[in-house]
């Protein structure tokens, strides 16, 4: 009876281990299938263009570094124009941040003297 409850418990520590392990590499496989997925939908979306430029006698390689360069440059593009707006305004929002708390509060004083008049509270 001892043996059987000691291999029990010895198949069952390996079965939990092995699912542990199992876990631990589904979760690191999980990101390459991730990035390859987004690589695959990548590709996908540029090969109607690569295509038009290759029927223009455009090498497959300079066309796709072109499309490239082109999306990297809009991302510049759209950052240089929309972070300093966007920074500035965050700046201004934390600098008065306090004040707008203070007049949050005061705007509710009215709403908990009337949840205190039925005998409720905030």
Do not use: C, H
Request: glycine share 6%; no cysteine.
């Amino acid at each position: 009876m001892d043996a059987k409850i000691a291999k029990g418990i010895l198949v069952g520590g390996v079965l939990l281990f092995l699912a542990i392990l199992l876990i631990q590499t589904a979760l690191r496989l999980f990101d390459v299938f991730v990035v390859l997925f987004l690589g695959l939908m990548l590709a996908q979306t540029i090969e109607p263009a690569i295509a038009s430029m290759e029927r223009r006698r455009v090498p497959r390689a300079v066309g796709v570094l072109a499309i490239y360069l082109v999306v990297l440059a809009l991302a510049v593009l759209v950052g240089w124009l929309i972070l300093p707006p966007v920074a500035q305004d965050l700046g201004s929002f934390v600098t008065r941040l306090p004040q707008l708390a203070d007049q949050a509060l005061t705007n509710l004083t009215p709403l908990n003297d009337i949840l205190a008049r039925f005998g409720l509270s905030v």
